[in-house]
């Protein structure tokens, strides 16, 4: 490939950082209105949809247009049944050639029944030349990223960007970013909920780490009000038994990585029961469970009445979903 068409293909990304993203509205009766009063409790959804591809990697298997309805039409029919007031999505496409242009939030918006929603973009190229062969299965167009759905309306929508690993400036260039997604809500009776939508480092475990103390420092930066921090954060909890070779990555080791304990030193609790059994928490791969990566945290303001994952779900991601119901 010539250098030019390197340079157009690496393209459009928006590195300002932080951005304000404006948040969009779907259906419902329009109005910008909370509630008089705010909910006595409130149901929340964490959850990797993978792009609506399913559980296996499509490197070099890109799935059709059917597969992809289909998974996306399974995930809104999780999420309905959940009837969650708040969810935070990872690995959302919004307009990609893998699959097929689908604005994957907007689908679920609509399909879901919510009326508020915020994206922002965590990767974005003309054209990414991955798997590298045959160009056949080329991701080709890329814009994805991260999401909220909300039934209470959104009043800010920012994204912080986390820092690409050290990996060759040209691969970064066609590598996604990774970021901290801060939307703010309305409850109603006077209440703002701060929501953090998390998607850490993958493949790097000192850039992991990283992104786990620059969004630590970021919550501890906040006002002192509700919150949610959420998502995806690609490591396992310093009780995991199982933290190398793990069956389906035995190139994997997360035997010393302090992601988890870095985020829990914020002093925030958890939707999962940490006296549960180890497997009960996991959620991932999303077939056969041997590890846990997605997490939901939650301040003070909230008592757990409920948390769980999400298991029948089963393969509409590589990843389960987890959901937890809080009281104020």
């Known amino acids: 490939m010539t ?27 329009r109005t910008d209105r909370a509630p008089a009063a705010r909910p006595a409790r409130l149901r929340v959804v964490s959850w990797n949809i993978a792009y609506g591809r399913g559980r296996k990697d499509d490197a070099g298997d890109l799935r059709s247009e059917t597969t992809v309805r289909a998974n996306l039409a399974g995930i809104a029919g999780v999420l309905r049944d959940l009837r969650a007031d708040v969810v935070a999505l990872q690995e959302v496409d919004f307009d990609s050639a893998r699959t097929h242009g689908i604005d994957q939030l907007a689908y679920l918006a609509r399909e879901a029944g919510y009326p508020w929603a915020a994206r922002v973009e965590t990767w974005a190229c003309r054209y990414v030349p991955y798997p590298y062969w045959p160009p056949a299965q080329h991701y080709g167009r890329m814009r994805s990223g991260q999401a909220v759905l909300s039934r209470f309306p959104i009043r800010s929508n920012v994204r912080h960007l986390l820092p690409q690993p050290p990996n060759p400036f040209w691969y970064n260039w066609f590598y996604l970013h990774r970021a901290l997604q801060h939307v703010e809500l309305e409850l109603g009776g006077g209440t703002s909920l701060d929501v953090l939508n998390v998607h850490t480092e993958a493949f790097h475990q000192g850039n992991r780490e990283d992104h786990a103390d620059r969004i630590a420092a970021r919550v501890r930066g906040l006002p002192d009000r509700p919150r949610l921090l959420l998502g995806d954060f690609n490591a396992v909890p310093p009780e995991a038994t199982l933290r190398r070779a793990f069956p389906d990555e035995p190139e994997t080791d997360m035997t010393t990585d302090r992601t988890v304990a870095a985020i829990r030193a914020l002093g925030l609790a958890e939707a999962l029961d940490l ?54």
């Open 275 to 328: 006296d549960a059994p180890l497997p009960d928490t996991f959620t991932f791969p999303a077939d056969v469970p041997n590890r846990r990566l997605d997490y939901v945290w939650f301040s003070p303001s909230f008592r757990r009445v409920e948390g769980r994952v999400v298991r029948e779900a089963g393969s509409l991601s590589d990843h389960l979903p987890v959901v937890v119901e809080l009281a104020f």
């Open 3 to 29: 250098s030019g068409f390197l340079l157009w293909a690496a393209s459009g990304f928006d590195d300002t950082d932080p951005l304000a993203v404006r948040p969009e509205r779907f259906g419902g009766d």
